[in-house]
Structures are given as C-alpha cells and as structure tokens.
C-alpha cells in the first residue's frame, strides 16, 4: 500500500541520496542515460522505499497520497530526448500526473496506469525537447491517489539507425522478434511507426511484397510486388523531422508476400527519432469481417482501425479470414486456442505479453463456427475460456464482446459474458449490435464494405472511448 505521511509537500522535498547517473549505449545515434530517483539531484517529495520488488538501483520514491506530490530530476542534455518513466502502479485506477520541462507543463494530466501490482514495473515514454545543458523533470500528482511509485527516469538522446532493434521504431500489434535482423509482422493491422529526419526514408525488405506506407500523416500509398530496398520518398522531402507508418497489407488473414521487416535506410547523417506516444491501447479479435476483407484497403479500412485512428489509440487486429472462435477437427482456425500466438500460423510461438497491455479489448466471432459444426454448449463453453484466458494476459482491460452482425451464437455469448461476471469479472460486457451495418453497408451477405465499417466503427468507438475512460 501506499505510504502516506502526515507531512507537507515543502518539507518533503528532501529525501535525496548521493549517486551518479549511469549510461548506455541503445544504438548507431543514440545513447540512454538513467537517473535514478534516489539518487541526488533528484528529489521525492516522500521516502525512498524498497519494500516491493522488482525496482532498479537502492529504492524507489513513494509519494503521499495527494494532489502535487512530486518527483523532480536534474539531466543534462541535448535539444532533442525521449523521457521514460518507469512506475509501478498496484491500485485499480490511475494515477495522473503533469509532467513538466524546465518549468513549463509538457504533458498535462499524463496517464500511469495500473500495473497490477506493486511488484510489477512498466515503463511510461514521452519525446520532448530540451534545452543544450542542464534541465529539470518534473512530475506532479493532479490527484488525491498522489503519484504512482516511481524507480527511474532515462534520457534518451541522439537517433536511431533504422534497424529492427532500434528503439525509436514502435512496432504496434504483435511481431515475431527473434531474429533482430528480420522482425515479421504476426496478425492484421500490425503495423510499425517512427520519426525520422533527413529528405529521404528507403524500406529493407527481404523478398517480394505489398503494403501500405504514410508520411506526415498523409494518405496511405500502396506499392505492389517491392522488394529490395523500396524507395518510400520517390520526390525527396523537405528537410526536417518526419514521420513515418508502414503496414503490410492483408488479404483474407494472409499476407500477401514475405512481411519482413529488415530496417529502414536514411539520408547520410540523419537519423530515426521516436514515434509520438499513444493515447492507450486496444485490440480487435475476429475473422474476415474484422480483418476487412472485401474493403478497399483491408486491414485499414476495417472497423479495429478506423476506431482505433480516431481515437488516438495503438491498435492491432487478432483476427483471420475464416477463423472461428473454436477450434475444430476439419481445421477452422480458433482464437480459442490462437489467441496468445504472435500469428495464426502453425507452431506459432506465444505472443510476449509483456510488450503491451491493451485497455479495451473487442471481440467479434462466431459467424463462421456454425460452418464447422460447432454446438451451441461448445461455443458458449469455449467463449468463457476465451474471455478468461484474455482477463488473464490483460487484468485491467475491459472486454467487449460483439453480437455478430449476422446474429449467430448470440443467446450463447450473451451467457458467456453472464457466467464470467457471475464469477467476479465485472468489468466484461455484451454489446449489441442491432442496426450497426447499413443496408447499403455489405459487399456481400456476409462482409460489410467500406461504408458498412465506417458505420460500425462511428457506434463502437464511442463505447470504446468510455470503457478507456472508465478505467483510466
């Protein structure tokens, strides 16, 4: 639990320990520093605590629970940084606070989410711009729950080099990592961010594929049958920092081509900068319908991406043309059982958890179960499994569970959806879809088309939206 002392914040501001900052090497470009909180000249507003685990250095700072608790840090640096904030967070709500550069609030009312527990750490990012020298780092509480506990602040300056390993290349939605050489894309809708400076951005890839890029933030460009190293900026930009989004197109579940991602290629001397953070994160499970099938660009025509643009959010589709919720004897592919792979593909590897934790997850399955023989009791059966195995890898998500549109395995989901909240999971919920898809919003009797997931997407985000708020 937290520590609360009867103390005021001026009196507080005291708790400092000798020390050094410490630093590494993170890539061609770039280097990380560490300041660590009880090290001088940081200062907690309360004490140097050790007694959870799972901290860096001698201790972290835990605050008193209220408004304008604080933590501050003294860095040196160049002009350009990214912060990362490592916190724990053991209670069930968030604990906000303004995050301020040299005095001037840079983040107002910024998120530190839940973790869990006490014991568990997660790391919260934040690119900004600083003055060549010496600066100030500041966090203050903008709530009675006063900050979360705090271990350190890194510093990352410089840039990247582009290559998979580069940790100014966000890779949202689930990879395959392995090989540091070749990072591979696993289900729809993955996709990868970054910032860059220079004119020109070039893509490594391995063999022949299609996919979709964005600069600044324009319209997505579809190239066919890359392969090599693929020129994205065919007319150089203007100098400067840009940004950049790649994404390798889905068809019906599969990716058409060889989706590797083998770096990026810059101008002489620029180098890559990190993707502006995301609001949260939420995931999209499902088959055709949720991978966009039919749709003018796939995945990102789909109703998960669409939601998840326009509400700022990291965003990623679990999803499989023809997938089922069960997994069945003449081979639908069930997210039953696929679920906690990076991919659907056989022998798929277990998906690292740990990399992200969505804070809505949306579930759509069931129109193809019927196709495959799957009873009524199986289905809801296999969606309880599934509901927990998800409330298992996400403790803090909420859960939405779709009405297909096609009102298939309904009475069953809606039960499902009962018997876990029966169980003490309140924080799962059926969603009704009736009305969603306009007459005019199927390609066929099955898959709605660009303007059916645009008419979905307009109801769900809001219901989205709130559910993120509710547990923030």
Not at 350 to 377: E, K, M, P, W
Request: glycine fraction near 12%; include cysteine; charge should be neutral.
């Amino acid at each position: 639990m937290k520590w609360l002392p009867k103390i005021s914040l001026l009196a507080a501001m005291t708790t400092v320990l000798a020390g050094a900052p410490i630093a590494f090497a993170t890539g061609a470009h770039a280097a990380t520093t560490r300041y660590e909180v009880e090290s001088a000249p940081a200062v907690c507003s309360g004490a140097i605590a050790a007694n959870h685990s799972g901290y860096s250095g001698s201790g972290f700072c835990d605050t008193p629970n209220a408004v304008g608790s604080a933590v501050q840090f003294t860095i040196d640096s160049p002009a350009a940084a990214t912060l990362s904030i490592r916190y724990a967070n053991g209670t069930t709500a968030d604990r906000p606070a303004d995050i301020s550069v040299n005095g001037a609030v840079v983040q107002p009312g910024a998120g530190f989410e839940s973790t869990g527990t006490w014991d568990a750490w997660t790391t919260r990012s934040l690119p900004v711009q600083l003055n060549v020298g010496t600066n100030t780092v500041r966090l203050a509480a903008t709530t009675a729950g006063g900050l979360a506990n705090i271990d350190y602040l890194d510093v990352t300056t410089g840039g990247g080099d582009g290559s998979p390993t580069d940790p100014n290349i966000r890779f949202v939605g689930r990879w395959d990592t392995r090989d540091s050489t070749a990072y591979v894309p696993g289900w729809a809708g993955a996709h990868l961010k970054t910032a860059f400076t220079g004119t020109t951005v070039k893509l490594k890839q391995r063999n022949t594929i299609d996919l979709y890029y964005s600069i600044d933030g324009g319209p997505d460009v579809y190239l066919q049958n890359v392969s090599g190293t693929v020129n994205l900026t065919p007319t150089p930009l203007a100098a400067g920092n840009h940004t950049l989004r790649v994404s390798y197109r889905v068809v019906a579940g599969s990716y058409h081509g060889d989706a590797v991602f083998r770096g990026l290629v810059l101008d002489p001397g620029a180098r890559t900068l990190p993707a502006a953070p995301a609001r949260g994160t939420v995931e999209f499970v499902g088959d055709s319908i949720t991978v966009g099938t039919t749709t003018s660009k796939n995945a990102l025509t789909a109703y998960g991406w669409l939601v998840g643009e326009q509400l700022g959010l990291d965003h990623m589709q679990v999803a499989q043309g023809g997938a089922c919720l069960v997994s069945t004897a003449d081979g639908c592919v069930g997210l039953d059982r696929r679920f906690v792979k990076v991919s659907a593909v056989d022998g798929a590897v277990d998906h690292d958890f740990s990399r992200y934790q969505a804070g809505v997850v949306v579930i759509n399955l069931g129109t193809n179960d019927v196709g495959h023989g799957v009873s009524t009791t199986q289905f809801q059966s296999s969606y309880v499994g599934l509901l927990r195995t998800i409330r298992g890898k996400y403790p803090q998500a909420a859960i939405l569970a779709l009405q297909t549109f096609r009102g298939r395995y309904v009475p069953q989901t809606q039960a499902a959806v009962q018997a876990v909240n029966n169980a003490g999971d309140r924080n799962v919920f059926f969603v009704n879809t009736d009305g969603w898809v306009p007459p005019d919003g199927l390609s066929d009797s099955v898959h709605p088309n660009d303007i059916g997931h645009r008419a979905i997407a307009a109801k769900l985000a809001p219901i989205v939206a709130a559910h993120l708020a509710s547990i923030s």
